[in-house]
């Protein structure tokens, strides 16, 4: 069982936790993801580690309640216990040789995107960040951001905070301006991340993406997770829990992703609507 040490409510639907597991502490990096089930009957869900805390041995996990598991774990407070909580999982961002970053994060991607703008603002790298919201009571990581970037854009849909529109407005206004990353590293809804690899494209920038898919065992057993790459022509499947998160913006199925997003969500708002009640 782990402990969960904080907890603190980001904004209406978002939440953050630190659970006390020294061992995925000791080992995981920004990028890498965690499998917890709340209780020994619950589901498997993955969530990204938004940071460690070696001294008490706590990682960071950031969820929005957006389905049955997620409203059971906003449910537990400080110093109750969650079932299981396995990993470090997944591949950790690539870091090496980037000197100069764009990071853009969508929603509740930005506690995604957080941990990794503030570990290549950590190895020295010029940082720019843009993150994006559907309205300023959805705004959460700010801080951290500001910190961890040479250059800060913060976006709202609706303009209620920062400047109104999507995150692909500040990055074509940079890219035509002439500004050259080496990376553009994207985190958020699968459509936006699809709209900033078509951004960045005429540009020749390269675009990481980072998949959140379905998934279950976490360790490329049951195919749950698994996603459509197109190189050199050919269709190649690869599974986002080994393989990635991180994957080539390029060459990733978006249209396939979405569709396979959507398969379980009549099974999902049931029990969701079962959790809530
Ligand atoms: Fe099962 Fe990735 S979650 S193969």
């Known amino acids: ?3 969960i040490a904080r907890k603190k409510v980001l904004n209406p639907t978002v939440t ?3 659970i006390v597991a020294p061992l995925v502490a000791a080992k995981a990096k ?9 209780d020994e009957d619950g589901e498997r869900i993955p969530l990204t580690v938004a940071g460690c805390n070696q001294e008490d041995g706590t990682v960071k996990i950031i969820f929005q309640i957006v389905g049955a598991t997620t409203a059971k774990l906003n449910q537990k407070e400080e110093g109750e216990y969650i079932q299981d909580f396995v990993g470090p999982l997944g591949v950790a961002t690539h870091t090496e040789g980037i000197k100069k970053v764009c990071i853009i994060g969508g929603g509740v991607g930005c506690a995604i995107a957080m941990p990794v703008a503030q570990e290549f603002h950590r190895l020295g790298a010029d940082v720019t960040s843009i993150i994006g919201f559907r309205n300023k009571d959805l705004l959460i990581c700010e801080d951290e951001f500001r910190e961890a970037s040479n250059k800060l854009v913060v976006m709202s849909d609706d303009g209620s905070y920062g400047r109104h529109g999507n995150v692909t407005v500040p990055l074509k206004e940079m890219l035509e301006a002439g500004e050259k990353f080496d990376l553009i590293i994207t985190i958020g ?3 936006m991340m699809k709209f900033v690899v078509a951004t960045a494209k005429p540009f020749g920038i390269p675009v990481t993406v980072s998949m959140n898919p379905i998934m ?6 049951c195919g749950g997770c698994r996603l459509t790459l197109n190189q050199d022509g050919k269709k190649v499947t690869k599974f986002a829990c080994v393989d990635g998160p ?3 913006g390029y060459e990733v199925d978006f249209d396939e992703a979405m569709s396979r997003g959507r398969m379980y969500s009549d099974f999902e708002r049931h029990a969701y609507g079962e959790a809530c009640n």
Request: net charge negative.
């Open 246 to 248: 991180d994957f080539n």
């Open 1 to 3: 069982m782990y402990k």
């Open 30 to 38: 920004p990028g890498q993801f965690i499998i917890l089930r709340v």
């Open 16 to 18: 953050q936790m630190e």
């Open 216 to 221: 279950i065992d976490g360790t490329g057993m």
């Open 189 to 191: 809804p699968v459509i």
